[in-house]
């Protein structure tokens, strides 16, 4: 593959490292020099690109997916913090019939935790005297607090039927790459899953592997359906 590069910072430089290591070639790396005003985002510039992975921020990630997808450039979109536009992002996929995998988080331990998270939310749904918490922290540089895994987390915990309110709260501290928790507790006991990332290396490894999967096909699609 042909892979453009999106946000050019520590997640970008590691997913370089390991597309090259799988074969790969980086065609176009795009950074807040070279893609100030999307800039950066034109037809020349993406011309024999296959995949355009995007870890960029928050506030770009919208549109640097509407500019790219005019384009007709298939996509997977690691970035967070822009939940809220969800369904105005599926609308155009679908429009430009391109593909594209989104994911707040490409860990496969991180998806897998997901639905692990989401049948303790269902199997607790029917006791009412268990609460619930969500915590998360990471690296003092991420952008976005509550993170996109946590609000994923609580997200699959209602959709599993666990209709109480699930009290979130986030932390932000030295490097730390990320670790989720929830729990669940009554007067009798508690019960705590925990998710620990030792490095961002998992996450831009599924990030790859999202951009393997997704070349030459069309639609919405998240990452834990292509691991799962």
């Not at 298939?74 to 995998?101: C, E, K, S, Y």
């Not at 994923?152 to 009290?167: I, Q, R």
Request: aromatic share 8%; proline share 2%; net charge negative.
């Amino acid at each position: 593959m042909r892979i453009a590069i999106v946000g050019y910072g520590k997640m970008g430089k590691m997913i370089e490292r390991i597309a090259i290591d799988r074969g790969h070639e980086i065609g176009l790396k795009l950074d807040e020099f070279n893609n100030a005003g999307f800039a950066g985002i034109t037809e020349e510039n993406f011309r024999g690109i296959d995949v355009a992975i995007d870890f960029s921020i928050p506030d770009a990630a919208v549109e640097n997916m509407e500019r790219i997808a005019a384009l007709k450039v298939n996509q997977v979109i690691g970035t967070t913090g822009w939940l809220g536009r969800m369904d105005h992002v599926r609308g155009v996929v679908d429009q430009a019939g391109i593909g594209l995998v989104w994911s707040p988080n490409y860990s496969v331990g991180v998806n897998a935790f997901f639905r692990i998270v989401a049948e303790a939310a269902k199997l607790l749904s029917g006791a009412p005297e268990y609460e619930a918490w969500a915590w998360e922290i990471h690296h003092s540089a991420k952008k976005d607090a509550p993170s996109g895994t946590l609000l994923k987390l609580v997200e699959e915990m209602k959709k599993s039927g666990y209709s109480k309110p699930v009290d979130a709260g986030s932390n932000r501290a030295g490097t730390i790459a990320g670790t989720h928790e929830i729990g669940f507790d009554c007067a009798a006991d508690t019960i705590t899953l925990r998710h620990t990332a030792r490095s961002r290396e998992g996450f831009a490894l599924g990030a790859v592997k999202a951009a393997e999967w997704v070349v030459g096909k069309s639609g919405f699609h998240e990452f834990g359906d292509i691991c799962f």
